[in-house]
């Protein structure tokens, strides 16, 4: 083929002039819309079939158009097609490839459609496959959340708010919250595929085709469970891919506090974590340093999900109905959120597994905070102290542990005595951290007992998923 053949419009036939190069660079997107090549095919393939199903075309034709775009389909495979920005974009070059291979009946391919209900078409296929990507991605590392607790439901750590040590947790609990984010991700995932999964060819250009065509039919050819309602709606809508694009930035929100805490959890102030060494990177002027890249940068990179989430939505706000060029722009944002989140997906997978757990470093922490005050003032509830005057009563007694350097473990009892006549023998196994958390037993509560519980109904979810 020579490539004066090769890159004359589709849509030349009403043009005198030809078109001006920066137009012609400013307008293409078949530098980034290429990655919908299989999905193009996959479409074209379903059309024709449906159309030689309606007697538009005869089977003759269909096999003819069906064996030519397997070709091209090989050849895209094996890297041979070239891509002619001429063609502005994926569904352009491979027509005009297939009317050069196969010849005229080529030109057949395109009754009854329009590339604006094609595009529209192309990517809620491609989206669906990539959101059953991230689903699987997504799992592995909740399964991985839940054998980190599993193996942790006894660990003791201080829990935070404020940042400031606030009772003891188990380190098991404390996965398994980072879990039950990841899970209604994932079920966001599964909400969100059901919108995408919804067949917009037969809307052609924007009013339907006068042609008898069957969509149920060509629905069914490429796994589609609905079909669209309106054609207006069906072409120039993108709600699907901000939708997608708001989960996909939810569950970049959630990876990234993780992130900020193993990246404090790993400092040596923390002292909490350790990461494998395959999984870290060093510095090239501090010989000592080990550095938590991958979490850094999967809380860095959470900022251009959220920027491609704002791209989308003022991509579509003033877009009068149906299709507009406006439309094009949804693609790099959305190429990127499905790149960032699977790559930072695989980085939590990856590096889940070599998390090593300082138990020494995070019971002595939980020591230091204090953490079983909470736990004095309800043994006074018990002994019938309104929850307000043992506050106060304990806010006393922490004072004064503090400034004696104590535990509140290791104040004798006429220590104790002084600040309440309730204090007895039996305020001892409450002080202790491993009593504080075994006394939360209750569901959603991080006594170890419940995280083993938690754990079995994790893996019966994600056993159930399969
Ligand atoms: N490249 C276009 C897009 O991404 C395909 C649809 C173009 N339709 C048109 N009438 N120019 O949206």
Redesign the pocket.
Known sequence: MTSKQATVKPWAGRFSESTDSFVESFTE?VSF?QRLAMHDIAGSLAHVQMLAHVKVLTDTECEQISAGLQSIRSNIESGEFSWHTAL??V?MNIESVLVETIGEVGKKLHTGRS??DQ?ATDLRLYLREAVDDISIQLIAVMTELVNIADREAETIMPGFTHMQSAQPVTFGHHMLAWYEMLQRDQLRLTECRARINIMPLGSAALAGTSFPIDREFTAQLLGFDALSSNSLDAVSDRDFVIEFVAVGSLIMMHLSRFSEEMVLWMSSQFGFIDLGDAWCTGSSIMPQKKNPDLPELVRGKTGRVYGSLMALLTLMKGQPLA?N?D??ED?ENLFDVIDTVQACLQAYAGMLPTLVVKKEAMLEAAERGYGTATDMADYLVHKGIPFRDAHAIVGKTVQFAIETQSKLSALSLADLLQFSEHFDEDIYPILELKGSVAARDHKGGTAPNQVKKAVRQARDYLASLN
């Open positions: 997107s819309d502005e974009d569904h590339r604006n595009v299709y060029r439309n094009q693609k």
